[in-house]
């Protein structure tokens, strides 16, 4: 499970924090005020309408022994072989447009400089947002020129030399015009991601991603599918078809070149990753779910590599349903002075386990190993980058984590980067007092990793199953599933970021505590106002933890006791306004959304966010 709360590489000016200020001062203990080389770097490289292009640095990178070295190498270059599966799995027509976009881009010299420069913006976002679909909202955007100015463009760049990718017997005029309504055309598949379908529209039908194929939900009702995961859906002929993700499956040019680029990592890798990397070349090589989870297993026992990777189909935000898995990679090294301080979460998990507030047949008993560490990441792509999560907590498989246990990573170098180059201003637009823009300056930063750590390691890995839902709740909850789970490992973290047991693990000073907890319920409920201005107004939200943010707020607000709405020379604020109240109604919500997902209360769900957490 990703825990999103920034772009990096690429990111948009939103996020689960508003800014932070560069001194922790005595926030947290054992945190202090980063080197003075740290304030000098450059963070923000460029901005893109309401995008950013933000610079991460991989601190301690040069220090790293020369066999982990070419290990991340050869980790890279299978990273980099995979990117294009996203790019497909994204949108049918992604690969097609990029393609025409850059051969506009690289033979430009006769185009005209206003067009090539609304094509560069437009290139710009579409490779920020792998495609022509928000991230964040899953709305369509496109080309602010007009269709003739772009086809004069394209036709520049063919007298130029470009190459353009032509479908048997098509001119460039027919490739043209059958991609218009792709670039220009906000109504034609508008939305990447429809979860929230209005009466009668099926939500698979009506998503633009290239998951399904003419399928519908009702087709799927007595469909028995072996590859939920890694597999499109085609229907031909009336009759459904697995188009499986393996070698001599679908993608399998992709996946052989991935392989390759992994079977020459082995040789430098620890003799746990070895196993986990030889089990990732089987699953590749076969599809099959019982290699997959032996996969799993695999990477969750390699505990101490100090480099890893994450390389497969892993998060469901894209699926409608939330089945079909993303491709993406990430290679990292571990960061062990930031380390230290998530460790002891993990390792204290049982105690948080034995206080969550709901019931106690929910709760686990002899809690797994948690591995948790801080990292520095090395590369992002397909589904993780260049939009990067800020902390990650696999496998997903909810039997392997109760049988295995999990892993959790705070990415680091993210995590400063993300902090370094938010403006300013956001702290004074959104707060309603001086006071809270004080706060969120002095314990921002402290509030932010807390909330992120807690999410990941106490939060995803907490809570047991009911024995009836067989270890997969996301069967029974469908659509609802990847939202309330971001939703339940929010609320855990907001639970008990005012516990005083922060204190005695070292985390925050009691001094502090207070003033931290208090920053961080402000920052989040400032983001919902803040999440909104990415959303189309008469539309509604379809990102999974934007959905999950605004259902918690939206709940807390209901209940009219920790949060006030107020307008001010025409703005609206909401301000926290009962500290107290605020985290009893977030022990409340946690409880009943745990009872949710443990007994699998579909219609509870559904009602629940459609009440207070897709507007």
């Known amino acids: 499970t990703l825990f999103r709360s920034g ?49 991460l640095y991989a601190d301690g990178f040069s220090d790293l022994p020369q066999n982990q070295k070419i290990l991340i190498w050869h980790l890279y270059q299978a990273a980099l072989a995979g990117r294009d599966i996203f790019y497909d799995q994204r949108y049918r027509h992604n690969l097609v447009m990029r393609e025409v976009l850059e051969e506009i881009l690289t033979h430009s010299r006769d185009v005209k400089l206003s067009t090539k420069k609304e094509i560069e913006r437009y290139t710009k976002l579409f490779w920020l947002n792998t495609g022509p679909y928000n991230n964040l909202t899953g709305h369509k955007f496109t080309l602010n020129c007009k269709p003739d100015e772009f086809f004069v463009a394209a036709k520049a760049a063919f007298r130029a030399g470009a190459a353009f990718p032509f479908q048997q017997s098509e001119d460039l005029d027919g490739l043209l015009n059958r991609l218009e309504p792709m670039f220009f055309d906000e109504s034609f598949e508008p939305t990447v991601l429809n979860k929230t379908a209005r009466s009668g529209v099926d939500i698979l039908s009506s998503s633009a991603n290239n998951l399904y194929v003419g399928v519908t939900m009702e087709d799927l009702e007595n469909f028995d599918e072996r590859h939920p995961l890694n597999s499109r859906l085609v229907k031909r002929d009336g009759k459904l078809f697995e188009e499986v993700y393996k070698i001599n499956g679908r993608y399998s040019d992709a996946l052989k070149n991935i392989s390759r680029h992994l079977e020459s990592a082995i040789p430098y890798a620890t003799e746990a990753m070895k196993v986990a990397l030889e089990a990732l070349l089987k699953f590749y090589l076969t599809g099959s779910e019982v290699d997959r989870r032996a996969y799993d297993i695999a990477w969750v026992q390699d505990k101490d590599s100090p480099v890893d990777t994450i390389n497969g189909f892993i998060e469901v935000y894209a699926d409608a349903r939330g089945m079909k898995g993303s491709w993406e990679a990430l290679v990292f090294y571990v960061n062990g002075e930031k380390t230290k301080g998530i460790q002891r979460l993990a390792e204290d998990a049982q105690w948080f386990e034995d206080r969550m507030p709901w019931e106690p047949r929910y709760r686990k008993h002899g809690v797994q190993g948690i591995t948790a560490k801080a990292i520095n990441v090395v590369i992002e792509t397909g589904d993780s980058g260049p939009i ?25 170098n993210v995590a400063e980067a993300y902090e370094r180059s938010m403006p300013m201003e956001y702290r004074h637009e959104f707060s309603w007092t001086e006071a809270e823009v ?142 107290k109240a605020f985290q009893v109604g977030v022990g409340r919500l946690l409880s009943e959304i745990q009872r949710i997902k443990s007994e699998g209360d579909y219609e509870t769900a559904k009602k629940l966010f459609e009440r207070h957490g897709t507007r």
Request: no cysteine; net charge negative.
């Open 438 to 579: 004080a706060r969120a300056e002095k314990f921002g930063s402290v509030a932010s990793e807390l909330q992120t750590n807690m999410h990941e390691v106490i939060g995803h890995a907490s809570g047991k199953l009911s024995e009836h839902l067989d270890g997969n709740p996301a069967v029974f909850l469908r659509e609802q599933y990847s939202g309330l789970e971001e939703a339940r490992a929010e609320l855990v973290a907001l639970y008990f970021i005012s516990n005083p047991r922060l204190v005695t693990l070292g985390l925050v000073t009691s001094e502090n505590q207070e003033a931290i907890a208090l920053a961080q319920y402000e920052s989040f409920t400032r983001n919902v106002l803040v999440q909104l201005r990415r959303v189309r107004q008469g539309t509604q939200l379809e990102q999974d933890h934007m959905r999950a943010r605004q259902l918690i707020i939206s709940w807390l607000i209901d209940q009219g006791e920790a949060i006030e709405v107020r307008n001010r020379q025409d703005k609206t604020y909401y301000v926290v306004t009962d500290p």
């Open 7 to 55: 772009i990096m590489f690429g990111y948009e000016m939103k996020g689960n924090t508003l800014p932070r200020s560069s001194s922790l001062e005595s926030a947290g203990a054992g945190m202090q005020e980063r080197p003075l080389v740290h304030q000098k770097r450059k963070y923000l490289l460029e901005r893109v309408g309401e995008a950013a292009v933000v610079q």
């Open 388 to 412: 990067s999560p800020l902390g990650i907590n696999l496998p997903n498989d909810q039997e392997v984590r109760e049988s295995y246990g999990s892993k959790s990573v705070s990415l680091s």
